[in-house]
C-alpha cells in the first residue's frame, strides 16, 4: 500500500514551533474572528492536511511521475534538506552528518516553510502546495472528477481545518451540530470566498454617497478638491433622514473586497444609529475627558449583626500596576453612611498596600468589623437577591494627554446609571422582556459558579446599562439589516448581517459583570479567560462607544482584520449543521482531517449558550431553522461529563464512546478505498484515550502513525496550575484491512516493544517531555495493536484497550526513568522514588485525576496503598491528587527512618530527610542520621537527587536543597570512608 507522506514523517519540531508561536499571534488570525474553545493552531492543520494528501514521494510505489514533479515544483534551494543542528547541550556535540537530498526531504523541508504565518497567502508557497496535493490526486484517485480532493471535517467547530483545506485547493466540507459554529464556520469558509473577490459586485449609491460625503468634510476643511465636479456630478444626493457613518471607504476599496467595505460600512452605521440614544449614558467629563470603563465592587451586607455596613468585594486595589506607573483606589471604611468611600492614590500616595482587598479564597472580610462572610453566606445572599454592586472609579482619556487617567466615581455618575436603569426598563416595555435573554443558567460548580451566588439568567450576567447597550445595538442591527436587504440580494444582505450579529456576541464578551480590569495592560479582560464562567467579585464595565478594548468600533476594526485574509480561493467550503454521526454522503471522501470533541475537557455547547442567546435574538429572522431552540442543541453532542456536579443528564464515558464510534464508522463508510482519516486528539487521562481508541478500533480504523505536536504556549493559564497537556496527538488512520486470525498477545507485545522503542527514542529527540510523552506513545503502539480486530491472551480471553494501555504506560514509564536516571541500571531504585521521579518529570506539581497516579503506581510495581499512608509522596486534593510539597515531606520526623523489621526507607523519602538537615546546615547531623538509614552505601541516592535537581524548574526550593545535597556529596562520601557513616 501507497503511504502518504504523513504516515512516515513530519517535520515535528517546526510544526510544534510555529503551532505554539501561533497562540501569540492576534491580527488578522481567525480566533479574533470570534471565540471558539480549543480551535487547533493552522499551522498544525495546514501540516496535517498536505502531508494527508500527498503520496511519501520515497515510497516504492509512489509513481516516478510524482517523484520528478516533487523535485522540479521544490527545485528552490530553500528547500533542500538541511542537517538538523547539533545539540548544544550534549557533551560533545557534532556536526550532523548530510542529509541526502531526496523528494521525501524536499516535501518536509517545503512543510517547515509552508506552516509559517507569514507565508499563509505567500503564493510562492501556497500555489506549490496546490499543484503538488492536485497531482497526487490526479493518479491516487484517477477516477475522481475534478483535481481538488474531498477533505471533510466532521467536528469543524472554529474552521480552522476545513479554512487550511481551502487554502491549498481542496473542495472543503465543515459539519458541527452547534449553531454557533455553524455560523463562525459561514463567515469564516463560505461568505469571504463567495462575496469577498474583486470587482464582484457593483459600488453601490451608498458608498458613492459616503465618498462625496467625505470629501465635503474635506473641502471644508481646505484638504479636498471642489465637492463636485464631472466625476461626481451623478452622484445621488442623501436622503435627508439617511445616517452617514463616520468612516472612509473608497469606490476602489469596495471594488477590491465588497464584503469587508460592506461590513466596515454597516459596522460604523449601526455604531452611528446606536450612538444618538446612547450616549448620553456614558457622559464626557467637564473637562473634556471621555470614559473607557467603570469600575465596579459588589457589594454584601456584613455578617456581623451589629453592624449595618456593606462590604465591597474586592480582590485587590491595583488599577495601573506598570513598570513606570502605580496607581490604586484607597479605600476607606465610613461608618455613618455604612459603606465604604473610593480615592485614587498614584505614586508615592499609596500609602497602604494595594494587594490586599476584601475578597481572599472566596470569602470576605468586613473592613468595619473584620467579620467574615464564607463563601456558604456569600451564596445565600446571592440567591436571597441581597448582592448589589458600588462603583468604585471611572477610567477615562483625553486628547489633550497621554495613557489612562482615573478619577473616583462621583454622584454624578451614579444618577447617570439610574438613568440608564430607567431606560432599560422603559426599553423593555416598549420591546418586550425577550430582548434581553432571560433563559435560564445552569448551577454547574467549578464550571458555571456565577450562578452559584444568584446570578441565575443570563442576563444577569450584564448590569443594566450593559443590558441597554446591547439591546440597543441589537435594534440598531435589525434595522440596518432591512437597509441592506434593499439594496442587495437576499443571501448578500444575509451575509453582512451574520457578521454585525457575530460583533454583536463577541461583544458580550467584554461588555459583561465577568470581566476584570487588567492593571497590567489597563484594560478590561475578557469573560473567557478559561473555559468556565467564574464568579467575579469586583468588574469592568467597558463603554461601548469609546472606542477602547472591548467597544464597537474596536472590535470591529479587529473582525475587519480577520476577515481580509479569509479571501484566500473564489470557492467556498460545504458548510452544513448536522450530526457527525449522520454524515449526508455518500462513499467518495478521499480525506477526514478532524479534531473531535476532547472528552470531557471542553462543555462546547453549555460554554456557547452565554453567546448564542444573543445571536438567537439578533439572528434567528435570517436563520429560522439554525437558531430554533432556545438553548443550543445538547443530546447530539459528543462529550462526557465525569463529574458527579452536572446537573443536566449526566453523559458517562461509554456514551461517549459509543457515540464517537457512531460518528468514526460514519467517517470510514464515506472514504475511498485508499482514504485516509487523521484524528487531532489531547487529554491528559488515559480515561479519555481509552475511550477515543476503543471508539477507533470498534469503527474499523487502525493508526498508521501519529505525532505529537506541541500545539500551547508555555504562558497559558491553564498549563500553569493544571496538567493540561501541551501537545495534542495527531492520530493517521486507515480502513482496517481485517487479519483473519486474532492477535497473540505475547506476539503483540514483543512487536510493540520493538516499535514503540524505536518511535519513544525519536520522540525524546524532537524534545517531547513530560505527560506529553506518555501520550505519544499511545499511536505507535495502537498501530501494532490496532491492526488487529482483536488480541487474545493463550487462554482466549480478549485484551481489553485497557490492558493494552496498561503495558503502554509501563513501557513508556521504564524507557522515561533510564532517560530520566542516565542509567539503564534501576533495578537498585524502590519502587516508590521511582513512581515519585516519573511523577515530578511528567505532572510537576499539577493537579492530576487520582486514577492517574494509581495507573502509573501500577506501571512501577508500587503498591497503590503506599502513596496515601502517612508518608507517601502524594496527597489528594478534592478528585485530583499532586506531589506532596516537600516542605510539608519534611515536617514528618520518621521521614526516612527504617522500618520496623528493619528493611531501609525509600530513597526519596530518606532524600527529602536530608533535606531538612541541610536546610538547618546541620551537616553533621545529615552525616548521622544517613548512617542510620540503612541507605549510606547506596549510590543510587545520589543518582535519584541528580535526576530531581535536573527535572524541576528553577526556583523551586526541592530542587535548591538537592542541589545543596549534591553539592554535599563528596564531603558525605568522604565521611564514609573515614568510618563516620558505620
Not at 142 to 160: I, M, N, R, S
Not at 186 to 199: I, M, S, W
Not at 408 to 431: H, I, M, N, Q, W
Not at 858 to 886: F, H
Given at each position: ?348 500616595d499609596i500609602d497602604f498596600d494595594p494587594d490586599k482587598g476584601t475578597m481572599k ?26 448582592i448589589g454592586h458600588q462603583l468604585m472609579a471611572v477610567v477615562t482619556i483625553s ?576 565521611a564514609g570512608r573515614e568510618g563516620r557513616l558505620f
Amino acid at each position: 500500500m501507497l503511504k502518504r507522506l504523513i504516515e512516515v514523517a513530519l517535520p515535528l519540531k517546526e510544526v510544534s514551533e510555529q503551532s505554539a508561536r501561533e497562540k501569540s499571534i492576534r491580527h488578522g488570525h481567525i480566533s479574533t474572528l470570534h471565540i471558539w474553545w480549543a480551535r487547533r493552531p493552522l499551522a498544525a492543520c495546514r501540516a496535517a492536511v498536505f502531508a494527508s494528501l500527498i503520496p511519501d514521494p520515497d515510497d516504492p510505489e509512489c509513481p516516478d511521475g510524482f517523484r520528478k514533479l516533487v523535485m522540479e515544483t521544490l527545485k528552490s534551494e530553500q528547500f533542500r534538506p538541511k542537517s538538523p543542528e547539533a545539540d548544544p547541550s550534549s557533551p560533545a556535540p557534532r556536526p550532523a552528518p548530510p542529509v541526502e537530498d531526496t523528494p521525501r526531504g524536499r516535501c518536509l523541508e517545503f512543510i517547515k516553510h509552508l506552516v509559517r504565518w507569514e507565508n499563509s497567502n505567500n503564493p510562492e508557497y501556497i500555489v506549490p502546495a496546490r499543484a503538488l496535493i492536485a497531482a497526487a490526486h490526479k493518479f491516487l484517485h484517477p477516477d475522481a472528477q475534478g483535481d481538488a480532493p474531498k477533505v471533510l471535517d466532521p467536528f469543524a467547530g472554529g474552521g480552522a481545518i476545513p479554512l487550511e483545506a481551502l487554502r491549498l485547493g481542496c473542495e472543503a466540507h465543515a459539519i458541527d451540530i452547534n449553531p454557533v459554529a455553524h455560523l463562525i464556520e459561514l463567515c469564516t469558509l463560505v461568505y469571504p470566498q463567495k462575496y469577498g473577490q474583486p470587482d464582484s459586485r457593483p459600488v453601490p449609491d451608498y458608498i458613492k454617497r459616503l465618498v462625496a460625503h467625505n470629501r465635503a468634510k474635506k473641502k471644508e476643511k481646505g484638504q479636498g478638491r471642489p465637492l463636485f465636479d464631472a466625476q461626481e456630478a451623478d452622484e445621488p444626493p442623501p436622503a435627508d433622514d439617511e445616517i452617514i457613518p463616520d468612516v472612509e471607504i473608497t469606490e476602489a476599496e469596495y471594488r477590491k473586497n465588497p464584503l469587508a467595505a460592506d461590513v466596515k460600512y454597516w459596522g460604523y452605521w449601526v455604531l452611528a444609529s446606536t450612538r444618538s440614544p446612547l450616549s448620553r449614558f456614558y457622559p464626557v467629563d467637564q473637562d473634556g475627558r471621555k470614559p473607557i470603563a467603570y469600575l465596579w465592587a459588589r457589594t454584601v451586607r456584613s455578617p456581623d449583626p451589629t453592624a449595618d455596613v456593606s462590604i465591597p468585594l474586592v480582590r485587590q486595589l491595583w488599577v495601573c500596576r506598570k513598570s513606570n506607573r502605580k496607581v490604586a483606589l484607597r479605600m476607606t471604611p465610613d461608618p455613618e453612611k455604612g459603606k465604604c468611600l473610593f480615592d485614587v492614590a498614584e505614586g508615592r500616595d499609596i500609602d497602604f498596600d494595594p494587594d490586599k482587598g476584601t475578597m481572599k479564597r472566596g470569602q470576605a472580610e468586613c473592613p468595619f468589623t473584620h467579620a467574615v462572610a464564607n463563601s456558604r453566606y456569600l451564596q445565600a445572599e446571592g440567591n436571597a437577591g441581597r448582592i448589589g454592586h458600588q462603583l468604585m472609579a471611572v477610567v477615562t482619556i483625553s486628547s489633550s494627554r497621554s495613557g489612562r487617567q482615573y478619577r473616583a466615581a462621583s454622584d454624578t455618575d451614579l444618577d447617570v446609571y439610574e438613568a440608564a436603569s430607567r431606560e432599560l426598563a422603559d426599553f423593555l416595555k416598549e420591546y418586550g422582556k425577550d430582548v434581553v435573554p432571560t433563559e435560564t443558567l445552569m448551577v454547574w460548580s467549578g464550571v458555571f459558579n456565577a450562578p452559584l451566588f444568584g446570578l441565575n439568567r443570563w442576563r444577569d450576567l450584564f448590569n443594566q446599562r450593559q443590558l441597554l447597550a446591547l439591546a440597543l445595538f441589537q435594534v440598531s442591527l435589525k434595522k440596518a439589516t432591512c437597509h441592506i436587504a434593499s439594496c442587495h440580494d437576499r443571501e448578500y444582505a444575509k451575509a453582512v448581517s451574520t457578521y454585525l450579529g457575530l460583533l454583536i456576541s463577541k461583544m458580550t464578551d467584554w461588555i459583561s459583570n465577568l470581566t476584570s480590569w487588567q492593571p497590567h495592560v489597563q484594560c478590561p479582560g475578557h469573560v473567557f479567560n478559561r473555559q468556565a464562567l467564574p464568579m467575579v467579585w469586583d468588574y469592568a464595565e467597558s463603554c461601548p462607544l469609546a472606542g477602547s478594548s472591548g467597544s464597537w468600533e474596536s472590535l470591529l476594526s479587529v473582525m475587519l482584520a480577520s476577515l481580509q485574509p479569509l479571501r484566500i480561493v473564489d470557492r467556498p467550503a460545504s458548510v452544513v449543521r448536522g450530526h457527525a454521526g449522520a454524515l449526508p454522503f455518500e462513499i467518495g471522501i478521499h480525506a477526514v482531517v478532524t479534531d473531535p470533541p476532547y472528552y470531557d475537557a471542553v462543555p462546547y455547547s453549555e460554554l456557547s449558550d452565554y453567546f448564542y442567546v444573543w445571536l438567537r435574538r439578533s439572528l434567528a429572522d435570517i436563520y429560522p431553522d439554525v437558531m430554533r431552540t432556545p438553548l443550543t442543541p445538547k443530546a447530539q453532542e459528543l462529550v462526557s461529563h465525569l463529574g458527579t456536579n452536572y446537573p443536566g443528564k449526566r453523559k458517562t464515558a461509554q456514551d461517549y464512546e459509543a457515540g464517537m464510534a457512531t460518528a468514526f464508522s460514519e467517517t470510514r463508510r464515506v472514504l475511498t478505498a485508499d482514504g485516509i482519516a487523521t484524528v487531532m486528539f489531547a487529554h491528559k487521562t488515559t480515561g479519555a484515550w481509552e475511550s477515543i481508541i476503543a471508539s477507533l478500533l470498534k469503527a474499523g480504523l487502525v493508526v498508521t502513525s501519529s505525532w505529537p505536536i506541541h500545539t500551547e504556549m508555555k504562558t497559558r493559564l491553564r498549563g500553569q496550575e493544571s496538567a493540561a497537556l501541551a501537545s495534542s496527538v495527531t492520530l493517521v488512520c486507515r480502513p482496517r484491512r481485517i487479519d483473519p486470525d486474532a492477535g497473540l498477545w505475547d506476539d503483540v507485545r514483543q512487536e510493540l516493544r520493538s516499535v514503540a522503542q524505536e518511535r519513544l527514542d525519536f520522540f525524546w529527540s524532537q524534545g517531547i517531555r513530560g505527560a506529553d510523552f506518555f501520550i505519544s506513545a499511545i499511536g505507535p503502539a495502537l498501530s501494532v495493536f490496532g491492526k488487529y480486530e482483536r488480541v487474545t491472551m493463550l487462554s482466549g480471553d480478549e485484551v481489553s484497550v485497557g490492558q493494552f494501555l496498561d503495558e503502554v504506560r509501563s513501557l513508556v514509564s521504564n524507557y522515561a526513568l533510564t532517560k530520566i536516571l542516565k542509567t539503564s541500571q534501576t533495578g537498585s531504585i524502590d519502587a516508590e522514588s521511582q513512581f515519585y521521579v516519573v511523577w515530578r518529570w511528567s505532572y510537576g506539581t499539577a493537579k492530576v485525576p487520582a486514577d492517574e497516579a494509581f495507573k502509573l503506581s501500577q506501571a512501577l510495581g508500587l503498591p497503590t496503598e503506599r502513596m496515601w499512608d502517612r508518608t507517601g509522596t502524594l496527597e489528594k486534593s478534592g478528585e485530583n491528587v499532586q506531589a506532596m510539597p516537600i516542605a510539608k515531606r519534611m515536617k514528618l520526623k520518621d521521614l526516612g527512618d527504617p522500618a520496623p523489621d528493619g528493611s531501609p526507607a525509600s530513597l526519596i523519602d530518606v532524600l527529602h530527610r536530608l533535606c531538612v538537615f541541610r536546610e538547618k546546615g546541620d551537616t553533621e547531623g545529615m552525616i548521622e542520621f544517613l548512617a542510620q538509614s540503612g541507605q549510606s552505601n547506596n549510590p543510587s541516592l545520589w543518582i535519584v537527587a541528580q535526576a530531581i535537581s535536573e527535572i524541576l524548574p528553577d526556583g523551586e526550593k526541592e530542587k535548591q536543597l538537592m542541589q545543596g545535597l549534591l553539592n554535599q556529596k563528596e564531603k558525605v562520601e568522604e565521611a564514609g570512608r573515614e568510618g563516620r557513616l558505620f
